[in-house]
């Protein structure tokens, strides 16, 4: 707790810890990193400063103001948990553990986190950055891929935690883990716990924390169709239901359906999600095949909430059209 009082990071979530900011800020940290979600805080922030002025927007506006962090569904749960808070407890984030952790989208981490980092209270605040941290101190060779695991690491923290300390504590573990005691090539020589350390001790940083990789992501490959007409490109919008829902892009035909396209290649933009790989080849057309689409000219286009792989097609359809 030394060291992270005086190494810490200066990050805006950490300004006001008030319950709501360090609830929008967990969220968002969730398999992202720091660098990314600091300007997109500062701007969903400066939008949305209150929980009720988070409830009372259309959820439209709020995805939109997610745009380009990906994992959507975390930002329709945060936003459906906080409608809650406003209308059962008048606008207050619960501290009771038991209220708080049945709010849509939240989690043991979130959960721990919240209730530790803005009301102080001794709750485990388990991450990546956590288990890497203690697996290495102490010689845990139990596999953090396996769900269970989790319990085992809450426990230890619960042992080392000065409870009246939760806060410093936990952001201390987590800040640890993420500038010094990284994934590769931890700087051991700056770790304040470094004495203690089974895996400096024994040489095994590599070794620790124990991970079984995941199995091969899913390769789905697509065509993307980039038609204009009269200033306007077509788009069409993605279902309300499963991935990127709600989403709008350019028309995309599955590429297995062996369907012939009568266009010019552009490109072509691969993006990852945490189980699938998208292979999408852009083309330009002059007509589309049957189906409902809709033209939106510049203005229309930035209303409307597009994912991070349609922001890439629209790069190389642009990047096309100035050399045009």
């Not at 988070?54 to 997610?66: I, R, S, T």
């Not at 530790?116 to 697996?135: C, F, K, L, T, W």
Request: glycine share 6%.
């Amino acid at each position: 707790m030394t060291w992270f009082n005086r190494e810490k990071r200066d990050l805006p979530w950490r300004h006001r810890k008030n319950p709501y900011r360090v609830w929008v800020s967990e969220v968002m940290l969730q398999q992202t990193r720091v660098d990314t979600v600091i300007p997109y805080y500062n701007r969903f922030m400066e939008r949305f400063p209150t929980i009720e002025a988070l409830a009372a927007a259309e959820p439209d506006e709020v995805v939109k103001y997610w745009e380009g962090l990906g994992y959507y569904s975390r930002v329709r749960n945060l936003h459906q948990a906080v409608r809650e808070v406003v209308a059962v407890y008048d606008g207050v984030v619960p501290e009771e553990k038991e209220r708080f952790e049945k709010l849509k989208g939240v989690g043991p981490y979130t959960t721990g986190a919240v209730l530790s980092i803005a009301y102080n209270q001794p709750e485990p605040a388990v991450d990546g950055n956590v288990m890497r941290v203690m697996s290495r101190q102490f010689g845990i060779y139990d596999d953090i891929a396996i769900p269970k695991t989790r319990k085992i690491f809450e426990q230890v923290v619960r042992r080392l935690m000065d409870p009246s300390h939760a806060s410093d504590f936990n952001e201390g573990v987590m800040e640890l883990g993420a500038t010094v005691c990284t994934p590769k090539n931890p700087m051991c020589s700056l770790c304040p716990v470094q004495d203690d350390c089974y895996a400096y001790t024994h040489n095994v940083q590599d070794e620790l924390p124990v991970k079984t990789k995941k199995g091969a992501a899913r390769i789905e490959m697509y065509d993307a169709l980039y038609c204009r007409q009269d200033g306007r490109a077509a788009y069409v919008k993605r279902p309300d239901a499963g991935l990127l829902a709600g989403m709008w892009q350019y028309p995309l035909t599955d590429r297995g359906t062996g369907e012939q396209l009568n266009g010019t290649y552009i490109g072509q933009v691969k993006h990852v999600f945490s189980h699938i790989v998208w292979y999408i080849d852009l083309y330009e057309v002059e007509t589309l095949p049957v189906g409902e689409w809709t033209w939106l000219d510049e203005e229309a286009r930035d209303v409307v909430t597009v994912s991070v792989a349609q922001q890439k097609l629209e790069q190389m359809a642009g990047a096309k059209d100035e050399t045009v």
